[in-house]
């Protein structure tokens, strides 16, 4: 029972885990998405009023909010089946892919716009000063940066990306968000196929108590009737020790006190008589 018990635990804590992660990696993602949006949507509007000149970076714009926005609000089932598996998903048109040419000119200009708005200045080699954080410039939180591009971009250093101050995160959260993606369809099945044997496991867990429980109560019923027999010879021989003692001495004792003694002789007649 205690190893059946034991098993069924440890099994139901994993499962928990699991669903705890497949839970975490979904929040991420539709978190790191609507960042990703709200980003976005400042570029097109910086576009649309002529502040920004970068014709692919704003084409990008334009036709990429819809995608993000349901990412944005996917749960981890949906998530990981329409979600990006790759850059190209998230960088290219409505159901077309771009080659690795148009990929790399669209994140070149994404560069030049985080440039113009967050510049960088160069102190000495290899020692540069970012852009104070303002409401157009910020550092993306850590958890939308835990994967890097496949394609390296000249400029960008990957690593510096959690402390690095831009306009748009788009070099950090969407390698991101192709890993949560991976993620997610690697644990939802998982996750739900813990949550149809976690009945089956429950209902085996029950029936071995309801059998444990059964045989500890037979035990028990039997040995408190042996104990109770126990008792009652005890009883019984006491009082039968009792009235041994306390019993008078009847005619059969005081006849065989006789036969111990021996017959009684008559003595004769004198002869004088």
């Known amino acids: 029972m205690a190893i059946s018990a034991g098993l069924f635990f440890v099994t139901d804590l994993d499962a928990t885990q699991t669903r705890e992660q497949l839970r975490d990696s979904a929040a991420t993602s539709q978190a790191a998405s609507a960042y990703l949006l709200k980003q976005v949507q400042r570029l097109e509007s910086e576009c649309d009023s002529g502040q920004v000149a970068l014709p692919t970076a704003c084409q990008w714009a334009h036709r990429s909010q819809w995608s993000l926005a349901q990412y944005a609000h996917y749960g981890d089932k949906l998530y990981a089946q329409f979600g990006p598996d790759d850059a190209s998903v998230i960088y290219g048109e409505d159901r077309a892919k771009p080659d690795a040419a148009a990929m790399q000119k669209l994140r070149q200009e994404l560069h030049e716009y985080n440039l113009l708005r967050c510049p960088v ?64 369809a690697r644990l939802e099945p998982e996750v739900s196929a813990n949550t149809r044997n976690r009945h089956l496991r429950w209902l085996f867990f029950l029936c071995t108590a309801i059998v444990a429980g059964g045989k500890v109560a037979n035990a028990s019923a039997r040995l408190a009737l042996a104990v109770q027999q126990a008792r009652k010879a005890t009883v019984k021989t006491e009082q039968q020790e009792a009235e041994a003692q306390t019993r008078p001495a009847g005619p059969r004792t005081a006849r065989v006190g006789l036969l111990a003694r021996g017959p009684r002789r008559v003595r004769p007649p004198s002869r004088g008589a």
């Open 121 to 184: 200045r160069k102190i000495s080699e290899g020692v540069r000063q970012y852009s104070p954080t303002s409401r157009t410039c910020e550092a993306p939180p850590a958890s939308y940066c835990v994967a890097y591009p496949d394609v390296p971009l000249s400029g960008v250093e990957p690593q510096e990306a959690p402390m690095k101050t831009v306009a748009i995160a788009n070099e950090c959260v969407v390698p991101t968000l192709i890993a949560l993606k991976a993620e997610q």
